[in-house]
């Protein structure tokens, strides 16, 4: 993990099997190993840190098998097993459905090695620019220059 300390990884799509249908997600970023302040904003996010990810964001009984390692744009997180019987196994936890968890690879290094391009890239739907009803990016609307704040 220490080589692959935080950042985007290009490509960044991953498939996996949900409740026995075939899906697929992309990684938003892995989270690094440090000890610096987090920032909370979208670029900060890039940055935060697996200690913070895991006291934030999972349960003491699930501290207890895995480590948060990343995150889909939709706030999935992709974990590490590091005990248990399924030990080394990277996983995607669906946070809105009451299965849990599904598994992506045996490994960090699978993991890795799995990531490909998306096969259906779609822009995200940010709605129509107030200004001149264009279609918005993340950042405002590229045909009149309005910026979202």
């Not at 030990?87 to 598994?103: L, N, S």
């Not at 940010?126 to 993340?138: D, M, S, V």
């Amino acid at each position: 993990m220490l080589e692959h300390n935080g950042g985007q990884p290009k490509p960044n799509y991953f498939a996996y099997l949900h409740s026995g249908i075939e899906s697929g997600s992309t990684l938003e970023c892995l989270y690094a190993i440090h000890d610096r302040p987090y920032v909370d904003t979208y670029e900060g996010r890039l940055g935060e840190s697996v200690q913070r990810a895991w006291s934030q964001h999972l349960e003491p009984d699930e501290q207890a098998l895995m480590i948060p390692i990343g995150r889909d744009p939709y706030g999935n997180l992709v974990r590490l097993f590091y005990a248990g019987p399924d030990r080394g196994a990277v996983c995607i936890v669906d946070h809105e459905d009451p299965v849990g968890y599904f598994r992506i690879a045996e490994s960090f290094t699978e993991f890795l090695d799995a990531l490909h391009e998306d096969p259906d890239p779609q822009e995200p739907n940010y709605g129509e620019c107030p200004e001149c009803q264009a279609n918005l990016k993340r950042w405002g609307c590229p045909e009149c220059g309005w910026l979202m704040t």
